[in-house]
């Protein structure tokens, strides 16, 4: 069993509407909690980065976070096409050690 | 700007061949990783490092070796004991532990 298990979609979704994204981890040793963007042909852009139960917003996203379930959550509102991308989850169990969900692809339509 | 270069952005391997990627940061970051991603896969972690000198096996190590003589260089080699090394590879950096982990571009290794 993974780690980080992550649903690799497609995704896709009108424009305008909200991208709900998620993950599920295994190892309740894991504090350290990340979203990450991924266009093709590039490198993982950081999104979002928390360590705490509860909710933590940043502009159009919100990065969700359950410990109790070991569930973690990334929404989108208002979608754009530019937000079509690969969407990555990671942990972290403070070693500096990453374990990675498989990535969700995201496609918004105009 | 700050941030992580890594080149080339493309490179083929023929049979038996070592090669290397280079993988350099301005970012003044203690701790550097190279990952190797795959399709449909997540990033699997080959070497990190979290101080000059020092460097540890991450869950994939074999067929690839790397060192740290410098601060900002963190290079991977690809040696011909990698029978599957057709990837794209992925060099990032942190401050440290607990820290969010900043990526580079990638580079594309293919077999000739």
């Known amino acids: 069993q993974k780690e980080v298990e992550q649903d690799p979609g497609p995704l896709s979704v009108p424009e305008g509407a909200i991208v709900s994204l998620n993950c599920t981890y295994s190892n309740s040793a894991f504090q350290y909690f990340m979203w990450y963007r991924q266009y093709s042909r590039k490198g993982p852009e950081l999104l979002m980065y928390?360590?705490?139960?509860g909710n933590k917003e940043d502009g159009r996203f919100t990065a969700q976070v359950d410990k109790s379930s070991k569930y973690i959550s990334l929404f989108i509102r208002d979608s754009q096409p530019s937000d079509s991308a690969t969407y990555l989850c990671a942990t972290d169990n403070s070693w500096g050690k990453l374990q990675f969900g498989a990535g969700t692809q995201v496609v918004v339509t105009p | 700007d700050g941030g992580i270069t890594q080149s080339p952005k493309y490179l083929f391997r023929k049979e038996g061949q070592n090669v290397t990627l280079s993988c350099e940061q301005n970012l003044n970051h203690d701790a550097m990783y190279w990952y190797r991603q795959d399709p449909g896969q997540g990033l699997r972690l080959i070497y990190y490092s979290q101080i000059v000198n020092d460097f540890q096996k991450g869950d994939i190590a074999e067929g690839y070796s790397v060192s740290r003589e410098k601060k900002e260089s963190f290079p991977l080699t690809v040696t011909s004991a990698q029978k599957n090394p057709t990837a794209f590879y992925l060099c990032?950096?942190?401050?440290?532990?607990?820290?969010?982990?900043?990526f580079g571009d990638g580079t594309r290794l293919s077999i000739l």
């Open positions: 928390t360590y705490s139960s």
């Open positions: 990032a950096s942190s401050s440290g532990s607990n820290q969010p982990q900043h």
